[in-house]
């Protein structure tokens, strides 16, 4: 029960933190966006979305010191080497909760250009974030039924659009760009109905990350292929909050992509669709099994 109480504690303190930190920097942050709007100059807007990410990257900063602060993890991170803060990254990962954002953007922060990531469009209300994510050119996507999609075929180009007009922004400036392939977070029941061919991960959906190549093709040179593992099990945000998550295994890997899947039309090129998702299809592979061969070592180390 003392060990309950004692999480509950730590976990309400490290959430009451987090806000705290949150809204110190959205203060300033959203003043400047006022400033950015008002004033339509392009350097003028420029300077401000450079003045912006350094807020966040510090916003960032207080988020990784109150982990220091509140938690006991061990960080094993390995594959940071050749890492560079002006180069264009593609960022692939497995996914398994909304930690693994917050594990992310401590991995990179201030190594790589700063992280941005596909959004859904409701989370645009969320409260504070929401308004920081679009100050910061986050991509939002809206994600239609089937059965809409049926009614309205067109529909299919949105969320295309939307990642051509957010990349072309960035054409001049270094951006990461960072994709979850499976889509949603990783679940067993998620698994099963998939009939996934992987012990560890969901199937993987191409598409996004070929759209994305495709906007920026002169500049995505380098995918990075991040493989997260938790191996105790835990991986909420609440866990984390709460210091039941003791370990976190991150590995990095920098893969050059294939020329020649440069400048190609994932949508009406057929070969290059079945060659981008054979690519896409090893690398989940060697992750799928990369996950097997850390948790395995990890259980050995601790029975040992």
């Known amino acids: 029960m003392f060990n309950v109480l004692l999480a509950s504690f730590r976990g309400g303190l490290s959430l009451l933190l987090f806000t705290l930190n949150t809204v110190f920097w959205c203060t300033p942050l959203y003043l400047l966006l006022l400033f950015k709007l008002a004033i339509p ?8 979305a450079r003045l912006l990410v350094r807020i966040a990257e510090a916003w960032i900063d207080g ?3 109150i982990l220091n602060l509140t938690q006991r993890i061990e960080w094993d991170v390995a594959g940071l080497d050749g890492l560079q803060r002006d180069a264009w990254y593609l960022v692939s990962s497995n996914h398994q909760s909304w930690v693994d954002i917050v594990v992310l953007q401590r991995v990179f922060n201030h190594r790589i250009p700063f992280l941005k990531f596909f ?3 409701p989370l645009i209300w969320v409260p504070l974030l929401g308004g920081v994510w679009w100050a910061l050119d986050f991509p939002f996507m809206k994600r239609h039924s089937a059965a809409y999609l049926a009614k309205h075929p067109e529909a299919k180009e949105q969320d295309q659009e939307t990642t051509r007009r957010m990349c072309a922004r960035f054409r001049n400036t270094p951006i990461t760009l960072l994709n979850f392939l499976e889509s949603t977070r990783f679940q067993p029941v998620k698994q099963a109905r998939q009939r996934s061919p992987y012990r560890y991960l969901l199937r993987p959906k191409a598409g996004g990350l070929a759209f994305a ?3 920026l093709p002169d500049r995505m040179r380098t995918l990075l292929d991040v493989t997260l593992v938790y ?3 835990r991986n909420t945000f609440w866990d984390l909050l709460c210091g039941r998550i003791p370990r976190v295994i991150v590995r990095v890997r920098l893969l050059p992509i294939p020329p020649d899947f440069l400048s190609r039309d994932y949508r009406n090129d057929a070969d290059f669709r079945i060659a981008f ?4 299809g090893q690398i989940w592979a060697e992750k799928d099994a990369l996950i097997g061969e850390l948790l395995l070592i990890d259980r050995s180390a601790t029975t040992g």
């Open 213 to 215: 190549l495709g906007a």
């Open 119 to 121: 959004i859904k469009q």
């Open 277 to 280: 998702h054979r690519w896409i």
């Open 231 to 233: 191996p105790d099990g």
């Open 63 to 65: 988020n990784n010191l």
């Open 41 to 48: 100059n392009r350097r003028w807007r420029e300077f401000q």
